[in-house]
């Protein structure tokens, strides 16, 4: 079956660093993706990797092993506005979404 | 409009009944989606369309249809409303299917009674 597991919540202060995993289990790959979504709101696009290795982008970096199934977001320099549930999802080889449930991230001061 | 959008943005309905959730995007993508989010479970998939004049089956179909007459509009039908079919409802859509980042509504939050 297909499966993506991650953290259900995770607990961080305001400036330190928190790293987010994710592993997946799917019918083919073609692509880890990470959202955003903050309570009440929509998902919104984080990052996408396709090939192992780091991916940086300003204070959020994405991390994907193919061969371990495996990725995580790391965020640096954390704010309060970065509290929020943080979904892991991977693209089957019928270019579907599968999703985890999500990490609710608290920040706190 | 910018961007994407659902109407309504919520809705208590008794079940049996039919409602029709709406979504429109101006972003001249080809393809859309529509997800059920219910807690404690990942976002899953219930009909997609890749282009105009198609759909297909995602996930948890049944109890949905869905139409896509035109680029923008792809609205998701409960013929008769279920208790289970209880969730908030989120319409995205991309450039294409496939490794595309996904742009999502403000969502529908159904309550079926």
């Known amino acids: 079956g297909q499966n993506i597991d991650q953290p259900t919540e995770m607990t961080a202060t305001e400036g330190a660093i928190v790293q987010i995993n994710c592993t997946y289990q799917t019918s083919g790959f073609n692509g880890l993706f990470w959202y955003q979504q903050h309570a009440g709101e929509a998902p919104t696009f984080l990052s996408y990797?396709?090939l192992d290795g780091l991916e940086e982008k300003g204070r959020f970096s994405s991390f994907l092993s193919r061969s371990k199934g495996y990725s995580y977001l790391l965020l640096k320099e954390l704010q309060m506005k970065d509290s929020a549930s943080y979904l892991c999802?991977?693209?089957?080889?019928?270019?579907?979404?599968?999703w985890g449930a999500g990490t609710k991230l608290i920040i706190k001061p | 409009i910018a961007g994407i959008t659902q109407a309504p943005t919520s809705q208590i309905l008794a079940a049996g009944r039919r409602m029709t959730l709406r979504c429109t995007q101006d972003m001249r993508h080809n393809a859309m989606y529509w997800y059920r989010q219910d807690l404690g479970l990942g976002l899953r998939l219930i009909h997609y369309?890749?282009?105009?004049?198609?759909?297909g089956k995602g996930e948890v179909p049944d109890g949905y249809s869905v139409s896509r007459a035109n680029t923008d509009d792809f609205p998701l039908t409960l013929a008769s409303a279920v208790p289970s079919q209880t969730s908030v409802y989120f319409c995205?859509?991309?450039?294409?299917?496939?490794?595309?980042?996904?742009?999502f509504g403000p969502g529908t939050r159904l309550t079926v009674l």
């Open positions: 990797n396709v």
């Open positions: 999802a991977s693209m089957d080889s019928n270019y579907q979404l599968i």
């Open positions: 369309s890749n282009t105009a004049g198609t759909t």
């Open positions: 995205a859509s991309s450039m294409g299917r496939g490794a595309n980042e996904q742009f």
